[in-house]
């Protein structure tokens, strides 16, 4: 049988589904930051319309008692897949956008588990869970990350919008990585004389925040130093 089932996750979105000729329902898990429980009008929001948030909630489950393990991003979404608390973990931190890969291979995740009962999983948009071991070439195939622990496909950013690397990894390669612009991320110093956000702050669209101030990607500074594979 050729099932079609498939999980997203990312930084608003984790998803699955399964087979159409198998009884098993699909399953989208939406996965957002900073979003509150009154931001969407089916929980009660008037300043905004969700429309497509509201149908889905109409159509499958909602939810009016939730907890979480932690307040921020990488911490939760480690407890959301591991079923751990993060404080279990060392190292279960907000992370820089070139860091190690947190869950290890031979983990199990929520992920892994859909995989044994039938489903084809997928993680789509943010990760912020770390990728490789050590230092990460950006350049080649980037191992371990989703793949390693339960998602057969994935297509992500490595950490947030507002760090470096800024750039798609799609099944553990670079989307439209140019072999000639190759990248390298550093979190401690600009490249050579790469201009800044502190550096030159003419050059941007908007003033950054505290620490958002290092390499100028699409005229926003960033979290972090990028070289190369910025068009």
């Not at 307040?71 to 897949?81: D, E, G």
């Not at 760090?163 to 099944?171: G, I, K, L, W």
């Not at 072999?179 to 003033?207: A, N």
């Amino acid at each position: 049988m050729n099932r079609r089932s498939f999980l997203q996750v990312t930084s608003g979105t984790m998803a699955l589904s399964a087979a159409p000729a198998s009884p098993k329902p699909n399953i989208v898990l939406i996965y957002a930051d900073d979003l509150g429980y009154g931001d969407t009008s089916c929980y009660g929001a008037t300043a905004v319309k969700t429309p497509h948030i509201d149908r889905l909630a109409q159509r499958g489950l909602r939810f009016t008692d939730a907890h979480t393990s932690a307040a921020t991003c990488t911490p939760s979404r480690y407890s959301l897949l591991t079923g751990e608390y993060s404080f279990r973990m060392q190292g279960a931190r907000v992370l820089p956008g070139d860091a190690p890969a947190l869950i290890q291979p031979g983990r199990v995740t929520m992920a892994s588990m859909l995989q044994q009962a039938g489903y084809r999983t997928g993680v789509i948009g943010k990760w912020h869970l770390g990728l490789g071991s050590g230092t990460v070439n950006w350049n080649a195939e980037i191992t371990p990350g989703p793949r390693e622990i339960g998602f057969d496909e994935s297509f992500i950013l490595p950490a947030t919008g507002d760090r470096v690397p800024c750039v798609y990894v799609e099944n553990g390669r670079v989307r439209n990585l140019d072999p000639q612009d190759p990248i390298k991320v550093d979190y401690k110093g600009p490249f050579d004389d790469q201009p800044t956000g502190k550096s030159h702050p003419q050059l941007l669209k908007q003033q950054p925040s505290h620490g958002h101030d290092m390499t100028i990607v699409n005229g926003i500074s960033r979290i972090g130093c990028m070289s190369g594979g910025l068009g």
